[in-house]
T-cell receptor
Framework: DAMVIQNPRYQVTQFGKPVTLSCSQT?????MYWYQQKSSQAPKLLFHYYDKDFNNEADTPDNFQSRRPNTSFCFLDIRSPGLGDAAMYLCATSRGATSLDEQFFGPGTRLTVL | KQEVTQIPAALSVPEGENLVLNCSFTDSAIYNLQWFRQDPGKGLTSLLL?????REQTSGRLNASLDKSSGRSTLYIAASQPGDSATYLCAVDDNMDTGRRALTFGSGTRLQVQP
């Protein structure tokens, strides 16, 4: 089945130790997104790629970076995780950027920072 | 800046009841509105997407309505079942720039259906 896959599902890192979260998709969608969702809060968009074009939200901290080496994969890099970065990180895709295009989400990666 | 509010934050009902979840948004200039389901510790599953030009969408026991002018949407769940227990999130797509998409989410309504 076509889907959005996130690895790992659970990630534990130490304060200040760089960490990379992975997302892949078999939907061949043009757009990939990264959201941060803290406990009992709404998901918050960090950035997205439309093909190779990177779009950063204005309030996304510099500590968060992203790479999209090809259509299928997108990575979230946290350069120096702080305790406040502990959250669920959700990857999503959409075929395009029109109002007809639903976003499809992966299962998420829960990040713990010790 | 768009703000999305969902009321109530939590809801507990007995099995079989029909129920309504509410979503309101402050800026009516939206492209579409999506309702999602999130099970504990899991990702989001898209339930329904309503275009800004539409009034409602239906999928099985779910019916979502949209009143864009008043900034409101409702999700109606008929004959609720224990398997419907989850958090339901609404999100509005309000960015008008081609190639730049942004969903603004509400904090969700946590639904518990008692057997």
């Amino acid at each position: 089945d076509a889907m959005v896959i996130q690895n790992p599902r659970y990630q534990v890192t130490q304060f200040g130790k760089p960490v990379t979260l992975s997302c892949s998709q078999t939907l061949n969608h043009n757009v990939m997104y990264w959201y941060q969702q803290k406990s009992s809060q709404a998901p918050k968009l960090l950035f997205h790629y439309y093909d190779k074009d990177f779009n950063n939200e204005a309030d996304t901290p510099d500590n968060f970076q992203s790479r999209r080496p090809n259509t299928s994969f997108c990575f979230l890099d946290i350069r120096s995780p702080g305790l406040g970065d502990a959250a669920m990180y959700l990857c999503a895709t959409s075929r395009g950027a029109t109002s007809l295009d639903e976003q499809f989400f992966g299962p998420g990666t829960r990040l713990t920072v010790l | 800046k768009q703000e999305v509010t969902q009321i109530p934050a939590a809801l507990s009902v007995p099995e079989g009841e029909n129920l309504v979840l509410n979503c309101s948004f402050t800026d009516s200039a939206i492209y579409n509105l999506q309702w999602f389901r999130q099970d504990p510790g899991k990702g989001l599953t898209s339930l329904l997407l309503i275009q800004s030009s539409q009034r409602e969408q239906t999928s099985g026991r779910l019916n979502a309505s949209l009143d864009k002018s008043s900034g409101r949407s409702t999700l109606y769940i008929a004959a609720s079942q224990p398997g419907d227990s989850a958090t339901y999130l609404c999100a509005v797509d309000d960015n008008m720039d081609t190639g730049r998409r942004a969903l603004t989410f509400g904090s969700g309504t946590r639904l518990q259906v008692q057997p």
